[in-house]
């Protein structure tokens, strides 16, 4: 197998494209893939500061990696959930690439550690507030990560998704006919209010294992283990079913997610024919109704945000 460009030896095939690349190709397939995702869909320009959201994984090292070459400038955070062994591991290797690679572009590296703040890891706030563990997680890392981008002036928040976690979110949402979600999933969100900032996902074109690829390549050193809590989720169900038909019928992922995308754009107002009224925004529904929690001062659309109560009810069961 011989890279399609420029005929050396291969080291990557990629089916879905009907290609196979050498070291070097395959790198700047990457990179031109994570530039198409950031012009088409407008997430950011040269000079804005983006905060990119690290866990240690391969996605978003990846992803720090990828718009540090490009020439972005990208801080990073990392929030530390307090589980035991795996946040210890997944934190040093975030810190080892801030440490070598991003040092280099004179990038740094936040932490956020959630037992610190709160006193507590995510595994005894969830048995406190009798929740699930990854709604709390989800909740929790939402908060601050859109805290951190408001409070130290970033454009722009950046997350590792990739095809694969986009197509099998898309599953979950038809599957259960979520419209409301359907209609907030996209690679670019707008920061729809003041204090909400703005996310995108640069890395939506690429698929796990071209991502997995790409840090294998460019020994980007990451936590191979998913956090614990993921055990038995539904999301992992449903990207295996995807690597399955992917495997029967190469592109069936892109297809499904990128024509997702194209419809959504295409998608008429409601209503038919006649010119009607454009309905109240998102944007501008949220404005009416959001005003600063009473706790901390995010926006919020009632008086104490959804954080806040958590950690109050938190606090309340610990001191029961
Ligand atoms: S980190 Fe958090 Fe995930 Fe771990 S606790 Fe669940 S949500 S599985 S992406
Ligand atoms: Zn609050």
Not at 256 to 273: D, N, V
Request: net charge positive.
């Amino acid at each position: 197998m011989n890279c399609k460009k420029c005929t050396i030896k291969a080291v990557i095939g990629l089916p879905r494209h009907n290609a196979a690349f050498c070291k070097a190709c395959f790198n700047e397939f990457v990179l031109e893939q994570v530039t198409r995702a950031i012009k088409g869909e407008r997430m950011f320009g040269r000079d804005d500061r983006i905060l990119v959201a690290v866990s240690g994984g391969k996605d978003s090292l990846a992803l720090w990696d990828i718009l540090l070459k490009l020439g972005y400038k990208a801080d990073a955070l990392y929030v530390d959930l307090g589980i035991p062994g795996y946040s210890t591991k997944s934190r040093e290797k975030a810190q080892r690439f801030a440490d070598g690679v991003a040092r280099t572009h004179e990038a740094k590296l936040l932490i956020h550690k959630v037992e610190e703040e709160e006193g507590a890891g995510i595994r005894e706030l969830a048995d406190l507030i009798h929740r699930p563990t990854c709604s709390t997680c989800g909740t929790i890392k939402r908060y601050q990560f859109n805290r951190a981008a408001v409070e130290q002036h970033y454009d722009v928040m950046a997350t590792g998704h990739n095809l694969d976690d986009e197509a099998s979110r898309l599953l979950g949402n038809v599957l259960h006919w979520q419209e409301e979600y359907l209609d907030k999933q996209g690679p670019s969100l707008p920061a729809s209010v003041e204090g909400f900032a703005k996310k995108v996902k640069p890395l939506y074109r690429l698929s796990e294992r071209e991502v997995a690829a790409y840090s294998v390549l460019n020994r980007i050193d990451y936590i191979v283990d998913e956090c614990p809590m993921a055990k038995g989720s539904k999301m992992l169900l449903y990207k295996d079913v995807l690597n399955r038909l992917e495997t029967e019928s190469p592109g069936t992922k892109q297809a499904f997610y990128c024509g997702f995308l194209e419809k959504q754009a295409r998608a008429p107002r409601q209503g038919s024919g006649q010119a009607q009224p454009a309905p109240a925004s998102m944007a501008e529904k949220d404005r009416a109704t959001l005003h600063p929690c009473a706790t901390c001062s995010q926006p919020t659309t009632a008086e104490i945000c959804s954080y806040c109560k958590m950690m109050a009810r938190a606090k309340a069961g610990s001191t029961r």
